[in-house]
């Protein structure tokens, strides 16, 4: 596994994938690419990491000794989108991402990153879950 390409929001399942893919590159001797944005790329989103957020995910990675690029886009594309897009600029081999728990009528209603992800994706997807803890 070469490329792995997560996508962050600031969230327990934000991070739990940033960790998955952490461990993964460790074990792998991957390249992490992190992909941070808001809601088609709206800066005041809440999905949208702070400038602090993301310079301490890349001191993180690079104090690992892992191959790394941080992109925050803002084209104005969802954030499926956007993380479909660097996956195939980089050459993804998995994709990681963080799921919550959604009800029945939340999966109706609402349509989901994590799906698009899931449906679309050419490669690989780990989707992972936060810790109750």
Do not use: W
């Not at 992490?32 to 949208?48: C, W």
């Not at 790394?68 to 600029?89: K, N, Y």
């Amino acid at each position: 596994m070469q490329n792995i390409v997560v996508g962050y929001i600031p969230t327990p399942q934000g991070v739990a994938a940033l960790e998955a893919a952490v461990n993964l590159a460790r074990l792998t001797g991957g390249r992490v690419t992190v992909v941070n944005t808001g809601h088609n790329g709206n800066y005041a989103d809440p999905a949208f990491a702070t400038a602090q957020d993301m310079d301490t995910i890349d001191l993180q990675l690079a104090n690992a000794e892992i191959p790394h690029e941080v992109r925050q886009p803002t084209e104005g594309r969802s954030a499926a989108d956007e993380i479909l897009v660097v996956a195939g600029e980089v050459g993804a081999d998995l994709i990681v991402i963080g799921v919550r728990r959604r009800s029945p009528v939340g999966k109706l209603v609402t349509g989901s990153t994590a799906q698009q992800i899931l449906l679309d994706a050419e490669c690989a997807v780990l989707a992972v879950k936060a810790s109750d803890a």
